[in-house]
């Protein structure tokens, strides 16, 4: 059985503050894909970053990072500087060969 | 430009209707499934097919039938809709260890 969770379930930040976004995650899998989704207000799930369970190293892409540590089973995404455009709900997600399972989600408020 | 289509962005039906949800891909991806969002409960994965007339059950398959005769097509099916089964569905579809791409989705809404 695999199992995402996303224990928070709202978050609010004023504009410019750094939020980190959290996900813990359960599998048997030994090979299995991470990612990450935003859905913002129109709905349209938009796809962020993919990792392995093999790479562990940290990726950094502009204002995001994504911190994945297999040793506590967490895969950890932060905003680094927020926006009011990064408002949106927040998915976390596991693949295990074939299932993928998602978080509930996060949503993140930016307020200006 | 890669594209998942579901049919109906909004549909309405009776307690008891048969219905369809229709998804289609064009992007030669083996793998397909079909979740459902509500508020606070995220995505749940009710079926999803690795290959044609392949289908493995999700986390929530009852109510729910799936088929998937063409490599492009994946319908999900309520064979007796109820109220509870009021919800936003998704349809995806990737290559096989590759990330989802996402239809628009359909909010049904059974009276």
């Known amino acids: 059985a695999q199992k995402v969770t996303q224990a928070q379930t709202e978050i609010s930040v004023v504009e410019k503050e750094d939020v980190t976004l959290d996900c813990v995650y359960e599998?048997?899998?030994?090979?299995?894909?991470l990612f990450w989704y935003k859905q913002p207000p129109s709905g349209e799930l938009v796809f962020l970053i993919r990792?392995?369970?093999?790479?562990?190293q940290n990726e950094i892409s502009g204002r995001y990072s994504w911190n994945f540590q297999k040793s506590t089973s967490s895969f950890n995404f932060t905003i680094t500087a927020s926006q009011v455009v990064d408002s949106a709900v927040y998915f976390c997600?596991?693949?295990?060969?074939?299932?993928?399972?998602f978080g509930i989600g996060t949503k993140l408020q930016v307020i200006p | 430009d890669v594209k998942v289509t579901q049919s109906s962005r909004y549909l309405v039906k009776r307690t008891g209707e048969k219905v369809f949800l229709e998804c289609v891909q064009d992007?030669?991806?083996?793998?397909m499934f079909w979740y459902r969002q509500d508020p606070g409960l995220g995505l749940r994965l009710i079926y999803f097919?690795?290959?044609?007339?392949?289908?493995e059950k999700g986390d929530i398959p009852e109510g729910y039938s799936v088929s998937r005769e063409k490599k492009e097509r994946f319908s999900l099916i309520l064979e007796s809709a109820s109220t509870n089964q009021t919800s936003m569905y998704l349809c995806?579809?990737?290559?096989?260890?590759?990330?989802?791409?996402f239809g628009s989705g359909t909010q049904l809404s059974v009276l």
């Open positions: 997600a596991l693949r295990g060969y074939q299932k993928v399972t």
């Open positions: 097919s690795y290959d044609v007339k392949m289908k």
């Open positions: 599998t048997r899998d030994t090979t299995y894909y």
């Open positions: 992007m030669d991806h083996e793998n």
């Open positions: 995806a579809s990737s290559l096989v260890l590759e990330k989802l791409f």
């Open positions: 990792r392995n369970s093999f790479d562990e």
